[in-house]
């Protein structure tokens, strides 16, 4: 099979649980679609949306919302979310470098937490640049490199197998410098900003085995070393305690990300 495509069958069944995290990643998700200056008419695209709570936060201002995302699991999770909050919306399984949907036709298109995984980023931003209309906004949110998630999955690929040739790391989606070159010259005016997810804990290690349990790359990591290497799943539990630690106050756990806002020429 081809590498890129191995990859994104396996990214399926990494994120197949995602939906266990959708109340943390939904506290973030108003502050987005305020960034990218949702209004209550536009047509609102979220790529790689996950269980859609962009997507249905930005319906809740009288957007129009479709939601795209690689994962059957999330996609069915956010049409049970949608009929919950009786909203209508439009989802689709698919692949944000292959976007099931023509040119130029949506006002808004978001990602939170979620393009940066695609393994192809010049792929992943032309496609979400093709289906935004001129003049539209493209805005997501990313983790920088340097601050605490962005610092786990670095961790997590400390012990992992090296990614495939062909695909990027998602954490240099928080590095503006980054980002301003992907870009490139297809929009203009564009903006950075940081804003802040408290997530609730008792302590660091129920975080820390939150994590192990619920997140799928850690999941996958731990599973693959208890399974062969004891010894190394044990240092990265240590090492996933110590990097933890400082973002650990009043039973809340910090995580910081980048917003970035851009206009299609």
């Known amino acids: 099979m081809d590498p890129i495509v191995q990859f994104k069958e396996q990214q399926k069944a990494t994120w197949s649980n995602f939906s266990v ?16 200056g949702v209004t209550a ?9 996950g269980t859609g709570v962009v997507a249905l936060t930005a319906a809740r201002r009288g957007a129009t919302v479709t939601g795209v995302d690689l994962t059957p699991e999330l996609i069915e999770r956010a049409r049970e979310n949608s009929a919950i909050m009786k ?6 399984e698919g692949d944000a470098e292959a976007l099931p949907l023509p040119d130029a036709t949506f006002d808004v298109v978001v990602s939170q937490f979620g393009h940066m995984f695609a393994p192809r980023p010049d792929v992943a931003i032309k496609e979400m640049l093709r289906v935004l209309k001129p003049g539209g906004t493209l ?5 920088p490199p340097e601050l605490f ?4 999955f670095a961790l997590i690929g400390k012990y992992a197998p090296p990614l495939p040739q062909g695909v990027a790391s998602p954490v240099q989606w928080g590095d503006p410098h980054v980002v301003r070159e992907r870009l490139g010259s297809a929009v203009k005016d564009i903006t950075f900003t ?10 660091v290690q129920h975080y820390c085995l939150f994590m192990e349990r619920s997140l799928g ?35 809340t756990l910090r995580q910081d990300f980048l917003l970035t806002r851009a206009i299609k020429i």
Not at 41 to 49: E, I, M, P, Q, T
Not at 87 to 92: E, P, S
Not at 219 to 240: G, I, N, T, V, W
Request: glycine share 4%.
């Open 41 to 49: 008419g536009a047509k609102v695209l979220d790529v790689a949306c």
């Open 194 to 203: 940081r804003n802040t997810m408290h997530i609730q804990t008792l302590s």
């Open 21 to 36: 995290l959708e109340n943390a990643t939904g506290t973030a998700a108003p502050h987005l679609v305020t960034f990218a």
């Open 149 to 152: 998630i962005g610092r786990f």
């Open 139 to 143: 805005a997501f949110a990313t983790w």
């Open 217 to 251: 790359p850690a999941m996958r990591l731990l599973q693959m070393l208890d399974a062969s290497e004891p010894a190394k799943s044990a240092e990265f539990r240590r090492e996933l305690e110590e990097l933890t630690r400082p973002y650990f106050e009043h039973n």
């Open 87 to 92: 909203i209508d919306a439009t989802w689709y």
